[in-house]
């Protein structure tokens, strides 16, 4: 049986952990705008897909980053025609390293 005191530090790192996991993937989105942002012919234009990006919560608990937006995947993998310009995937890859840092601090 746990004591009051574990299950409350338990608690309490479970919402620590959450929230941790919830600015990643903010900032798994940040860098994914940036990049559709980059990428766009015109420097001051606007991009439908980059606003259309977000975070949002499961039904499960987990978190989902998402856009309406159905020719996403070909911006982000390419066609026949258009070669691929990855927005997501780098951005992922750039807060993989943030998560280990973090995970860390949790397992020690």
Do not use: C, H
């Not at 439908?48 to 990006?53: C, D, F």
């Not at 980053?65 to 750039?94: H, M, N």
């Amino acid at each position: 049986m746990k004591s009051p005191d574990t299950t409350k530090n338990l608690k309490a790192y479970e919402e620590k952990l959450a929230q941790m996991i919830e600015a990643l993937a903010q900032q798994i989105v940040a860098g994914a705008q940036a990049r559709v942002y980059r990428n766009l012919k015109s420097p001051r234009g606007t991009s439908a897909l980059a606003k259309s990006l977000q975070v949002t919560k499961t039904a499960d608990g987990g978190l989902q980053i998402s856009t309406d937006k159905p020719y996403a995947r070909y911006v982000e993998f390419g066609t026949v025609s258009q070669s691929a310009r990855p927005f997501l995937t780098p951005a992922v890859e750039e807060v993989k390293v943030t998560f280990s840092g973090i995970m860390a601090q949790f397992i020690t």
